[in-house]
């Protein structure tokens, strides 16, 4: 509990894919250097829970760190805790963080019932699936001077952090034309995405697109103004139907289109984990700039003579830059890469605003975080519900668009921005 260890409790809602691959392994690093005390996990039912107790890597890279299962992992497998993680919550000394990581549609009542209960929060992207839903949460975290914080790990890669400063000098001239591209494998269909990546909640422009998105506004700082998506349906090998491909494409403020192409279908035979990148044609004066970026790529590939990669492949292209846990000076391995980085810049910047304030009066410290915050939002590195809200205009946009077979989105700005079909 913040004030006596001078670290940050964490519940994690949501025991998933992400949980796994990225969160849970960054917040235990984090532990060991004394940022995070205590880490609760919730999930929908024990499964996901018991497999995250029996992650082997996890024993290897954090020998003797663990978290406290809710449900217990006593109760029966198909029994499911839909409403659990409100008492978890409820049950936190305020100051403290909470992590959001369950599927898009349910992000919205988890992350106001964190700040509810006066938690930080540091929610997976996309924040929510409304605009009006990003400004409720921006209204409550604002009178509670708690941050919430987007986890867009694709800022945090270096060649986006190189990117936006080039941009921000003017080294490229301005953005006229791009064409972004992430599929995911095709393995994800056989995952737990059948059971809620469906046709009414989510699409794969929606799921994946949106990284891209947020990224050229990162890199120029340019507002999209219109969206415009068009869905591929498939069934997954339960029968849901889902939007198994997509094709969006984004008009700027400043009249620059980006392509963008997303998918569940990378092939589990090629070399993985998937396939991404994003190429940006900017104007000059007298001639063109351009910012190239193969993310999927990047330098390294292995060829196996055991085990696979994640697909069953026996050669891939390794990412060294995304997440990794490699040997360090200390015990097991470590976290590195832009997706740690990412997860340890929002629990940071928590950590330093609950820090600095937590000795102080309660109007003092409450007067002091929305300044802190205030910061953060202004710096624009971490997404917020303040500097980012544009991510939900876009997803609105797409959602509606998508829905009605691309028919253009528009996004208004002023005083109210809000989408609008013409
Ligand atoms: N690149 C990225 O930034 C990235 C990658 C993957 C996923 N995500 C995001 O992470 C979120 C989760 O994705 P995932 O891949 O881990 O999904 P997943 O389907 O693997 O896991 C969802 C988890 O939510 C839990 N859950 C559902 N309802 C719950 C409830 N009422 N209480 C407690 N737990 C509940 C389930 O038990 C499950 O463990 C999504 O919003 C997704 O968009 C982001």
Same mark, same amino acid.
């Given at each position: ?10 519940? @994690? ?13 960054s ?8 940022i @995070? ?8 039912? /024990?499964? +996901? ?8 890597e996890?024993?290897?890279? =954090?020998?003797g ?8 992992l ?6 499911? !805790?839909?409403?659990?993680?409100k008492?978890?919550?409820?049950? *936190?000394?305020?100051? %403290? *963080? ?6 898009? %549609?349910?992000?919205? &009542? ?6 509810h209960?006066?938690? %930080? ?29 987007? &986890?867009?790990?694709?800022?945090f890669?270096?060649?986006? #952090? ?14 006229? *034309?791009? &064409?972004a ?10 995952? %737990? ?45 339960n ?16 009249g ?10 990378? +092939? ?9 990148? #994003?190429? *940006? ?10 910012? =190239?970026?193969?993310?999927?790529y ?21 990412s060294?830059?995304? !997440? ?10 470590? +976290? ?25 009066? +309660?109007?003092?410290?409450l ?5 802190? @915050?205030?910061?953060?939002?202004t710096?624009? #590195?971490?997404? /917020? ?5 544009i991510?939900? #205009?876009?997803?609105e ?26």
């Amino acid at each position: 509990m913040l004030g006596q260890s001078e670290s940050l409790d964490v519940t @994690i809602v949501g025991g998933g894919m992400i949980t796994n691959d990225l969160l849970l392994p960054s917040l235990y690093h984090l532990q060991r250097t004394g940022i @995070i005390g205590k880490i609760d996990v919730c999930a929908l039912s /024990t499964p +996901p829970l018991t497999a995250l107790k029996d992650n082997q890597e996890f024993h290897e890279a =954090f020998p003797g760190q663990d978290f406290t299962p809710y449900p217990s992992l006593g109760e029966a497998p198909d029994e499911t !805790f839909p409403e659990l993680y409100k008492e978890v919550v409820a049950a *936190m000394a305020p100051g %403290n *963080m909470v992590v959001v990581a369950m599927p898009d %549609n349910l992000h919205f &009542e988890v992350v106001m019932h964190a700040l509810h209960h006066d938690q %930080n929060v540091l929610c997976v992207k996309p924040l929510v699936l409304k605009y009006e839903q990003a400004v409720e949460i921006e209204k409550l975290a604002a009178e509670r001077g708690r941050l919430v914080g987007v &986890e867009y790990h694709k800022r945090f890669d270096r060649r986006s #952090l190189v990117a936006r400063r080039a941009y921000a000098l003017g080294q490229f001239g301005a953005f006229v *034309m791009g &064409e972004a591209k992430l599929i995911e494998p095709y393995y994800y269909r056989f995952s %737990n995405f059948q059971n809620w990546f469906t046709c009414d909640r989510t699409d794969p422009f929606t799921y994946i697109g949106c990284h891209y998105v947020d990224l050229v506004y990162f890199i120029t700082g340019l507002k999209p103004v219109a969206v415009s998506v068009y869905g591929v349906k498939g069934r997954f090998p339960n029968g849901n139907e889902a939007y198994l491909w997509s094709h969006g494409r984004v008009t700027w403020e400043n009249g620059a289109l980006l392509s963008v192409t997303n998918g569940l279908g990378y +092939p589990d035979a090629a070399a993985g984990s998937n396939d991404q990148g #994003l190429v *940006m044609y900017c104007e000059g004066k007298d001639q063109t700039g351009l910012i =190239f970026h193969d993310d999927h790529y990047r330098g390294v590939a292995y060829s196996n003579v055991e085990g696979s990669g994640p697909g069953g492949s026996l050669y891939n292209y390794v990412s060294p830059d995304f !997440f990794r846990l490699v040997p360090w000076e200390g015990p097991g391995y470590r +976290p590195i890469g832009y997706g740690y980085e990412s997860v340890e810049g929002i629990t940071r910047s928590i950590h330093r605003i609950e820090n600095e304030t937590s000795g102080l009066a +309660p109007e003092v410290a409450l007067a002091r975080r929305r300044q802190l @915050i205030s910061e953060v939002d202004t710096k624009g #590195l971490i997404a /917020t519900p303040a500097n980012s809200y544009i991510n939900e #205009l876009v997803v609105e946009a797409a959602r509606a668009s998508v829905l009605q077979d691309a028919t253009p989105v528009r996004i208004v700005y002023g005083d109210h921005p809000h989408t609008q079909i013409d």
